[in-house]
């Protein structure tokens, strides 16, 4: 939304229109995620750093060691005791958020630090500007009375101050809260679970749209045919190539489909069957759809 877009001087209808746009509500809408996956694992703990004093310990403690193993006559030298295991990475943390808008998807990141300035509180009104000439006055005329108003505006500034950066602090923290804790809207395994079931859903989309093109294959080639002669059986490899692009022209949009995975999870589902060999799959008739995913939810159980 540009400026021209409210206020036009070149022509009649912006001149007249000119008040009304000024003094309307405008929305103002933002580049918004729908949602954001946060998936992030916190730094292991840098390493403790040995002096050259402790590694000079170290290393002698480690050789007299290994000499008193070498020229012991009573009992065989020691193997070296085996190092410990290194410990095991940090665990993920997986969260998402709803609705964030683009300027403030580094909000939620794990490695971003929101800093309130001190600069953001110093405000000039009437306080800051009654201070400054009671200052500027003591400068110019020696008289104490002066003197006793400047250093009592100077301390009423700087009391009210500090209470004012205490109180905007505490309020930009409660901000900063709230909006992480109004965005967010799965953690842990919650947010695990939901990944897990948007994942499943994907994939069901993904197998519906293989089997709706697979059959309006099926009926494109056997247009004119008995139904004894219909064409049903393709070529494994010839779908996987043409697939993303033949359903891209049905649905009349770009797709971008595993289209291997989703015949697999069709041949699961007894919606395709295929060869000996695997490399020819036949599309199962739309009557026997229903028998197919009977079946298969027959035997999860």
Do not use: H
Not at 74 to 79: I, L, N
Not at 156 to 165: C, E
């Amino acid at each position: 939304v540009g400026i021209s877009d409210i206020v036009n001087f070149f022509t009649v209808g912006g001149r007249r229109r000119l008040i009304k746009n000024l003094v309307r509500k405008s929305t103002l809408v933002e580049p918004t995620y729908r949602e954001l996956v946060v998936v992030s694992r916190p730094l292991p703990p840098p390493p403790r750093r040995q002096g050259p004093l402790r590694r000079s310990l170290s290393s002698l403690r480690a050789a007299s060691r290994a000499a008193a193993n070498l020229f012991s006559a009573d009992d065989p030298p020691t193997a070296a005791a085996p190092s410990p295991p290194p410990p095991l990475p940090p665990l993920l943390e997986i969260k998402v958020f709803e609705d964030v808008t683009m300027a403030n998807a580094a909000a939620v990141l794990p490695s971003t630090r929101l800093v309130f300035r001190p600069a953001d509180a110093f405000r000039l009104d009437t306080v800051s500007v009654l201070s400054l000439l009671a200052v500027l006055a003591q400068q110019r005329f020696d008289d104490p009375r002066f003197d006793l108003i400047a250093v009592a505006s100077v301390c009423f500034w700087v009391v009210r101050t500090f209470f004012v950066y205490s109180n905007k602090l505490a309020r930009y923290d409660l901000l900063v809260n709230k909006f992480l804790a109004s965005k967010v809207a799965q953690r842990g395994t919650g947010a695990f679970r939901y990944l897990a079931n948007q994942g499943g859903r994907q994939r069901a989309r993904q197998a519906v749209l293989a089997y709706s093109w697979l059959s309006w294959r099926a009926e494109k080639y056997s247009r004119g045919l008995a139904d004894e002669d219909r064409i049903q059986s393709f070529s494994r490899e010839v779908l996987i190539q043409i697939g993303n692009k033949e359903m891209g022209d049905i649905i009349q949009r770009e797709v971008e489909v595993d289209v291997a995975r989703a015949l697999e999870d069709l041949e699961s589902l007894n919606l395709l069957v295929p060869s000996a060999d695997g490399k020819v799959v036949t599309v199962v008739d739309a009557d026997k759809v229903a028998d197919g995913l009977r079946r298969a939810w027959i035997e999860l159980f």
